[in-house]
């Protein structure tokens, strides 16, 4: 499986951290520490692949990736 980007912020109009995956669109979770966010996003990811994956979607490809890997 691909290895997505994650954003991790606080929002505090939502009072909490949110995880945002960019190349999944609109998928990002939320909690009250950035590891729950975060931990709440793989569910969430997981959720979103096979949801397009039944649709008959496209995956798509992991577009952002850490400095170190881009160079390569």
Known sequence: MNRYAIVV???????????????????????D????????LHVAMDGWIAAAREAGHPIPAARYKPRHEAAE
């Open 9 to 31: 912020f606080w929002s505090d109009e939502d009072g909490a951290w949110i995880a945002d995956a960019p190349d999944l669109k609109s998928c990002s979770a939320f909690g």
């Open 33 to 40: 520490t950035p590891e729950e966010a975060v931990a709440e």
